[in-house]
């Protein structure tokens, strides 16, 4: 519902995605009063990959290699340097390298298969966009930990800055 309190479907095709762009766009369009919802069922298997590099320039051209070789990773998650500080300011003991100026954290989810073949793929385009080290989670444990980092990103940062401000 608009705000004035006109009703738009975004299922409608159009010249433009009005779904995207009402999801977007966080409830300052209007506010969604019906929705349907697909159930996708959980991966067989989630396999954890950390790109290390030594500039953010290399870490964001292996995102846009990735993407361009046609991987959809489940996520794909940067942390530049000023968050890797922030983040082991708060958690020493997360296991980022302190020497890193930027991350790659990517999960691929699927199949035993699909997983070996993306993640091979994976590590060589890390590897020819200069990655310094690459490691990849062994076990659920070395997952959670790999992720306790960028999900406490945000209140590691407040930390420093209390009136730190996030945006999309």
């Not at 980022?96 to 691929?108: E, K, N, T, V």
């Not at 070996?116 to 070395?142: F, K, P, Y």
């Not at 790999?146 to 996030?166: D, N, Y």
Request: charged share 25%; net charge negative; glycine share 6%.
């Amino acid at each position: 519902v608009l705000p004035d309190g006109s009703i738009v479907n975004t299922n409608e095709r159009g010249l433009y995605d009005l779904k995207k762009l009402f999801i977007g766009a966080e409830g300052t369009l209007g506010i969604i009063t019906k929705l349907r919802v697909r159930f996708v069922p959980l991966p067989e298997h989630i396999h954890t990959i950390l790109g290390i590099f030594s500039s953010i320039d290399d870490a964001v051209a292996a995102v846009s290699a990735i993407v361009a070789d046609g991987i959809m990773p489940e996520t794909l998650e940067a942390i530049d340097r000023p968050m890797i500080e922030a983040i082991l300011r708060a958690k020493p003991d997360i296991g980022y390298p302190a020497d890193a100026d930027a991350l790659l954290l990517i999960d691929i989810s699927g199949t035993l298969n699909d997983i070996a073949r993306q993640s091979n793929r994976i590590r060589e385009l890390l590897r020819s966009h200069r990655a310094t080290a690459i490691r990849v989670a062994e076990s659920a444990a070395d997952r959670q930990k790999l992720w306790e980092g960028r999900k406490s990103a945000l209140s590691c940062a407040s930390r420093i800055k209390p009136t730190v401000f996030v945006e999309d």
